[in-house]
């Protein structure tokens, strides 16, 4: 399959089922370099199956999957180079509790990398500083707000310097003060051109950084707009259902 | 009523309670038939007043050892908590001496046999005991991922392996290794057979404790260090390991110590370890008791080593728990 240069991610006629549960049902989407996606939908819908299949968290069954070039099969290789250039954000932080802020943050490039300590702590110590942080390198992930972890976290996946972020509901498990500190990181992130996929239900956030709104419904991509389009005249039963819920 | 009475009185109650306590306790030394010698000892002009009164005697004797630790008691109360900490310690540690002192022990021979007791006894047993924990915590750790895969060749050998060695008796285990490994060809001294046995019956319990402590890491941290590339074995050694020790390392101490003293069951295949010696060296004078205590004395102090170890361990891998 020829694929155009400037796709990042290209996912085509893909299918995922848990057992019998069909979770991903004929997905597809092209996403171009620097081409920033929300992702919206109700619970259990497959929102995060899909991102987690686009860096093989969870493996599709079928269908193809291409990520930067390359596909994502049983091939080992290829998974490890896809994760090298892809970030990835969770709900919960998953921050390593047992390393301090500035270790969390040089694990990764100096494993994975093979990158030199006082290279990557360098490295560390400017993300930190972009997520203003960097006040907080040496205390545990314990030590801090959610807020502030979410940021760690965020700052940990860009020391990886990747192509591609993918966000899983990155301020749900935030207290409300605190989901506007993440957003403006990410929103920044947007700025600076990087290839972004969201899941959030933020649409203060979607409208104003996203090139387009995906919906999904029972493992279905239901509709695909650009956010004021979405938001303002979504074009189907189910979506406008979601939109009147999720803005009461 | 009973309660209500409580609830009003309460100090008067909680007299009340004290004293019944005292009286239990009184009651109890003197059912268990406290004798009254050791009054005699610190009066000697009560000696003949003793002997008369015979059944008075003990029951003084009761109620005042009852009185003796009512007021140690109270007067432990009065110290901060460390000193109670090291205070209770003495206390007891004194009671146990005079516990020993009462079989009327011959120092000298102890003096003379503690020498080789340590030379040669304590050496063997930490010997045996330290390779035997060290082979078993990889044994463990080994076992532990086997458990934890998917591949069912490897699930079965681990669970199989598991099952055989926490089920047979450790003593027995020994005996198989030691007696049948040569039947079928391998000859195997009995040093050897005593470690083998004692890692392969430890690396099992040990699995379960790896295999549950590794479980207890929420899957968010291997997706975490998944997603930023790590591989599999970097995100157990990197990831999971070191916050599975908090939950693994105190059973495992627990484990450790069991060990050092299970390893006395080595001297059945005549292993010059602290127990096989504090039965032979007792025999030419009959002073078995003497090298028993001895030997108890010595297996007490290895664990109280073996229980610091613990404690600095866990102290190490809990620190980024601190506040
Ligand atoms: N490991 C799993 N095993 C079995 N079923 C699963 C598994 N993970 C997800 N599912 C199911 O797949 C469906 C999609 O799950 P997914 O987590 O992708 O939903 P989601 O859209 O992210 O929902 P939410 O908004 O609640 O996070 C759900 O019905 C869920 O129960
Ligand atoms: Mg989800």
Request: with cysteine; net charge neutral; hydrophobic share 50%.
């Amino acid at each position: 399959m020829p694929q155009s240069m400037n796709d990042e991610i290209k996912l085509s006629g893909v299918h995922k089922w848990y057992g019998q549960y069909h979770a991903l049902d004929d997905i597809n989407l092209e996403v171009a370099k620097k081409e920033r996606i929300v992702i919206c939908g109700p619970s259990g819908s497959g929102k995060s199956t899909l991102i987690r299949c686009i860096n093989r968290l969870e493996a599709h069954q079928q269908g193809q999957i291409i990520v930067g070039g390359i596909e994502l099969t049983e091939n080992e290789k290829n998974i490890e180079e896809v994760r090298r250039e892809v970030g990835m954000v969770f709900q919960h932080f998953n921050l390593f509790p047992h390393l301090t802020i500035v270790e969390n943050c040089v694990l990764a490039p100096v494993w994975v990398r093979k990158m030199g300590k006082a290279k990557a702590t360098e490295i560390a110590m400017h993300f930190l500083e972009r997520v203003r942080i960097a006040d907080q390198a040496n205390k545990y992930p314990g030590q801090l707000s959610g807020g502030q972890q979410q940021r760690v976290a965020i700052a940990r996946a860009l020391c990886m310097n990747p192509k591609i972020m993918l966000f899983d509901e990155p301020t749900s498990a935030l207290d409300p003060e605190m989901v506007k500190e993440v957003l403006d990181t990410m929103v920044s992130l947007a700025e600076e051109g990087m290839t972004m996929i969201c899941v959030t239900h933020e649409m203060g956030f979607a409208r104003q950084v996203a090139d387009r709104v995906i919906f999904m419904d029972q493992g279905r991509v239901v509709e695909e707009a650009a956010p004021a389009e979405f938001f303002d005249n979504p074009q189907h039963e189910r979506s406008r259902l979601f939109l009147s819920q999720i803005l009461h | 009523m009973l309660g209500r009475l409580i609830l009003t009185y309460p100090a008067t109650a909680r007299r009340i309670g004290a004293l019944f306590v005292l009286f239990l306790v009184a009651a109890g030394l003197y059912s268990l038939g406290i004798s009254s010698a050791w009054i005699g000892k610190i009066f000697p002009s009560a000696v003949d007043w003793l002997k008369e009164n015979k059944q008075l005697g003990r029951a003084i004797s009761a109620i005042a050892l009852a009185l003796i630790v009512a007021f140690n008691w109270k007067l432990l109360q009065l110290l901060p908590r460390r000193q109670q900490i090291v205070a209770v310690w003495l206390e007891l540690f004194a009671l146990l001496m005079l516990f020993f002192y009462s079989f009327d022990l011959s120092l000298p021979f102890i003096a003379k046999k503690i020498g080789f007791m340590i030379s040669q006894g304590v050496v063997t047993t930490l010997y045996i005991s330290a390779i035997s924990i060290a082979i078993a915590t990889v044994i463990a750790l080994a076992g532990a991922i086997a458990k934890l895969s998917k591949n069912g060749v490897i699930y079965g050998l681990a669970t199989f392996y598991t099952s055989l060695f926490r089920g047979l008796p450790l003593l027995m285990q020994i005996y198989i290794i030691y007696l049948g490994l040569p039947q079928v060809g391998y000859v195997i001294g009995a040093v050897p057979a005593g470690i083998l046995a004692l890692s392969l019956c430890y690396g099992a319990y040990m699995t379960e404790i790896f295999r549950a402590g590794i479980e207890s890491i929420h899957r968010g941290q291997t997706e975490g260090a998944t997603a930023l590339g790590l591989s599999p074995n970097q995100t157990m050694f990197l990831v999971i390991l070191p916050q599975a020790m908090r939950v693994i390392v105190p059973p495992t101490g627990n484990q450790f110590i069991a060990m050092l003293k299970d390893s006395s069951l080595v001297s059945v295949v005549g292993v010059w370890e602290i127990m096989y010696l504090a039965r032979t060296q007792g025999q030419t004078e009959f002073r078995h008791i003497e090298m028993l205590i001895t030997a108890s004395m010595i297996y007490w102090v290895l664990s109280i080593g073996l229980e610091f170890l613990q404690s600095r361990i866990e102290a190490h891998f809990g620190r980024f728990n601190a506040r």
